[in-house]
């Protein structure tokens, strides 16, 4: 009977492990060992095996820690994926709170609108801002009037690190609402209420009950807008100028055109890696902040 | 002082809103515009429409997303189902990590692991890749979807079933699946959406001479702006968009699930 049963788990859930071990975990341990390999001579991999050598060295890796331009890079990706994640915020926040409050029966249109955009094209959402942004365009006309009344030189709206900064929000903002929303929908009204009987003002309320409260979705926010805004190369490759190639861009670079895949590997091990640290430092801190006794407290309230 | 309070949630709500759909309504506006600029309104024509339907590379491209979404949805609900039941009745974490991690990274890592793999295999590149790929991200998806009808199920329905002498594959074939169906076919419409629209991991693993409709458009934006790229996002909007509603009908928790999916 019990190996029955543990014969009827294994036809239900092999399948789906086997397919997710051949097509997800092998591929990414392969990268691993690609990024101690050398690169071959019309790029790819140097054989594994040559004159009786096993091919496995630190090269690329040294390569990434001594070339000052790759740490930069990684910075300036770093630096980007947080002012997404801080803009995203800034602008998911009233949204959440906005549906989190109006009658139930709104709830959920209200959400599905803030989805649908995130189920059209990705592409199709980078194209929208090229033509925002482009020089003919309503928007920088109306920017470059203003600036040449000031006797500004014209700038720029579209290929600029503003172009691309603004498309990272918008391709990422549905990520940073739902969790939001998810949390402050579970918050208790009469919380507020007793503060505005013992006298609290309204940004008062906000920060020392509402924002504390929240923090557990911000930080599944924050995670969920970092992490992919960290390796995204298709916004910056559509409306960045030269300057902004990020970490994205160069292992899209690594692997399809120099064909470099030792180093194009260890740059994906160094995102995979951030990524990794910074979904574990989000939930670490979630978790910590569950356990302090005075939002203990409030949540048991 | 609540009223206006509540007026300044409402106006930043409304920037959020219309930040949102400023953009689409913008392309799908301009794809009727009688321009090559995509700058200002100058008049009403259906021009770029007929321009779209008699480009042949637009066509083959369209042709080649049909079948691989068709192909990745199929398998990918099959296989996704199952991790989703196993999950359900005996969460383990092996499974929950190699459903979920593909959802969770950064795509681009994907994309360069299979490109690797599929290369080193001597494997080629073309709709094969890109299918065998696309199922691999849309499991978790599937997985999610079902997992959470199941989670809503009374499990003592099966229960009943088996005790009433049927056997597992019975119990799951006559009780269990047509209670989770709802969740199934929404999984089902999810990955074809997911795998139609998918860029970066096609990217990679498409190879040179095989392109998809987001490829093509890629490849078109990197060129020249037309609006002959609006008409075509315009229709891929409509058939995300039909999708998505009709997912929503069949499985009402769809919306909730992807709540989870944010957790």
């Given at each position: 009977m019990?190996?029955a049963?543990?014969?009827?788990?294994?036809?239900?859930?092999?399948?789906?492990l086997?397919?997710?071990?051949?097509?997800?975990?092998?591929?990414?341990?392969i990268?691993v060992?690609a990024?101690?390999?050398?690169?071959?001579e019309?790029?790819?991999?140097?054989p594994?095996?040559?004159?009786g050598?096993?091919?496995?060295?630190?090269?690329?890796?040294?390569?990434?820690f001594?070339?000052?331009?790759?740490?930069?890079?990684?910075?300036?990706?770093?630096?980007?994926?947080?002012?997404?994640?801080?803009?995203?915020?800034a602008i998911?926040?009233?949204?959440?709170?906005?549906?989190?409050r109006?009658?139930?029966?709104?709830?959920?249109?209200?959400?599905?609108?803030?989805?649908?955009?995130?189920?059209s094209?990705?592409?199709?959402?980078i194209?929208?801002w090229?033509?925002i942004?482009g020089p003919?365009a309503?928007?920088a006309?109306?920017?470059?009037?203003?600036?040449?009344?000031?006797?500004?030189?014209?700038?720029?709206?579209?290929?600029?690190?503003?172009?691309?900064?603004?498309?990272?929000?918008?391709?990422?903002?549905?990520?940073?609402v739902?969790?939001?929303?998810?949390?402050?929908?579970?918050?208790?009204?009469?919380?507020?209420?007793?503060?505005?009987d013992?006298?609290?003002?309204?940004?008062?309320?906000?920060?020392?009950?509402?924002?504390?409260?929240?923090l557990?979705?911000?930080?599944?926010?924050a995670?969920?807008?970092?992490i992919?805004?960290?390796?995204i190369?298709a916004?910056p490759?559509?409306?960045?100028?030269p300057?902004?190639?990020?970490i994205?861009?160069?292992i899209?670079?690594?692997?399809?055109?120099?064909?470099d895949?030792?180093?194009?590997?260890v740059?994906?091990?160094?995102?995979?890696?951030?990524?990794?640290?910074?979904a574990?430092?989000?939930a670490w801190?979630?978790r910590r902040?569950?356990?302090?006794?005075?939002?203990?407290?409030a949540?048991?309230? | 002082?609540?009223?206006?309070?509540?007026?300044?949630l409402?106006?930043?709500?409304?920037f959020?809103?219309?930040?949102?759909?400023?953009?689409l309504?913008i392309?799908?506006?301009?794809?009727?515009?009688?321009?090559?600029?995509?700058?200002?309104?100058?008049?009403?024509?259906?021009?770029?429409?007929?321009?779209?339907?008699?480009?042949?590379?637009?066509?083959?491209?369209?042709g080649n997303?049909l079948f691989?979404a068709?192909?990745a949805?199929?398998?990918?609900?099959?296989?996704?189902?199952?991790?989703?039941?196993?999950?359900?009745?005996?969460?383990?974490?092996?499974?929950?990590?190699?459903?979920?991690s593909?959802?969770?990274?950064?795509?681009?890592?994907?994309?360069?692991?299979?490109?690797?793999?599929?290369?080193?295999?001597?494997?080629?590149?073309?709709?094969v890749?890109?299918?065998?790929?696309?199922?691999a991200?849309?499991?978790?998806?599937?997985?999610i979807?079902?997992?959470a009808?199941?989670?809503?199920?009374?499990?003592s329905?099966?229960e009943?079933?088996?005790?009433c002498?049927?056997?597992?594959?019975?119990?799951?074939r006559y009780v269990?699946?047509?209670?989770?169906?709802?969740?199934?076919?929404a999984g089902?419409?999810?990955?074809?959406?997911?795998?139609?629209?998918?860029?970066?991991?096609?990217f990679?693993t498409?190879g040179?001479?095989?392109?998809?409709l987001?490829?093509?458009?890629?490849?078109?934006?990197?060129i020249?702006?037309?609006?002959?790229?609006?008409?075509?996002?315009?229709?891929?909007?409509?058939?995300?968009?039909?999708?998505?509603?009709?997912?929503?009908?069949?499985?009402?928790s769809?919306?909730?699930?992807q709540?989870?999916?944010?957790?």
């Amino acid at each position: 009977m019990r190996r029955a049963r543990n014969l009827g788990r294994w036809l239900v859930s092999g399948p789906p492990l086997l397919y997710l071990v051949v097509f997800f975990a092998i591929p990414s341990l392969i990268m691993v060992l690609a990024s101690f390999r050398t690169p071959g001579e019309f790029g790819g991999l140097a054989p594994l095996y040559e004159e009786g050598k096993l091919d496995l060295n630190l090269e690329s890796y040294a390569r990434f820690f001594s070339e000052a331009v790759y740490a930069q890079i990684f910075v300036k990706s770093v630096g980007y994926a947080l002012a997404t994640t801080l803009l995203c915020l800034a602008i998911a926040y009233p949204l959440a709170a906005l549906i989190a409050r109006s009658p139930k029966r709104y709830r959920d249109l209200l959400l599905l609108a803030v989805i649908l955009p995130f189920w059209s094209n990705f592409l199709i959402r980078i194209y929208a801002w090229m033509i925002i942004l482009g020089p003919n365009a309503a928007l920088a006309r109306g920017v470059n009037g203003v600036l040449s009344w000031f006797g500004h030189e014209p700038v720029p709206l579209l290929f600029s690190s503003f172009a691309v900064l603004v498309c990272l929000v918008y391709v990422h903002l549905p990520f940073m609402v739902l969790p939001l929303y998810a949390n402050l929908e579970k918050h208790d009204p009469a919380l507020l209420e007793a503060a505005q009987d013992l006298g609290a003002r309204p940004w008062q309320r906000f920060w020392r009950i509402t924002f504390p409260l929240s923090l557990p979705g911000v930080y599944a926010g924050a995670a969920l807008v970092f992490i992919p805004a960290l390796g995204i190369f298709a916004i910056p490759d559509i409306l960045g100028g030269p300057e902004d190639s990020l970490i994205g861009n160069v292992i899209k670079q690594q692997f399809l055109e120099t064909r470099d895949w030792p180093f194009g590997s260890v740059l994906s091990i160094v995102l995979t890696v951030a990524a990794l640290l910074i979904a574990g430092l989000a939930a670490w801190i979630a978790r910590r902040n569950l356990t302090t006794p005075s939002s203990r407290e409030a949540w048991r309230a | 002082m609540p009223r206006k309070r509540r007026a300044w949630l409402w106006l930043a709500a409304a920037f959020g809103y219309a930040f949102l759909y400023v953009p689409l309504v913008i392309v799908i506006v301009y794809s009727f515009n009688d321009s090559r600029l995509n700058a200002e309104w100058v008049g009403f024509t259906l021009n770029w429409y007929r321009t779209l339907f008699h480009d042949n590379d637009m066509i083959v491209a369209a042709g080649n997303s049909l079948f691989i979404a068709a192909v990745a949805s199929l398998v990918s609900t099959i296989l996704g189902t199952a991790a989703g039941v196993a999950m359900h009745r005996h969460p383990s974490r092996l499974l929950s990590v190699l459903v979920l991690s593909p959802i969770a990274i950064p795509e681009i890592l994907m994309g360069v692991s299979l490109l690797i793999f599929f290369v080193l295999l001597n494997f080629t590149l073309g709709l094969v890749s890109v299918a065998l790929a696309h199922i691999a991200f849309c499991i978790g998806f599937v997985a999610i979807v079902v997992r959470a009808r199941l989670a809503g199920m009374d499990e003592s329905l099966t229960e009943a079933a088996r005790d009433c002498g049927a056997k597992p594959w019975q119990a799951f074939r006559y009780v269990t699946l047509p209670l989770i169906m709802p969740g199934v076919i929404a999984g089902a419409l999810m990955a074809f959406t997911l795998s139609i629209d998918d860029f970066v991991i096609t990217f990679f693993t498409a190879g040179a001479g095989t392109v998809t409709l987001p490829l093509q458009i890629y490849s078109m934006i990197k060129i020249a702006v037309t609006p002959e790229v609006n008409a075509v996002s315009s229709l891929l909007m409509l058939l995300t968009l039909a999708l998505i509603i009709i997912a929503s009908k069949v499985s009402p928790s769809l919306l909730r699930s992807q709540e989870e999916l944010a957790k």
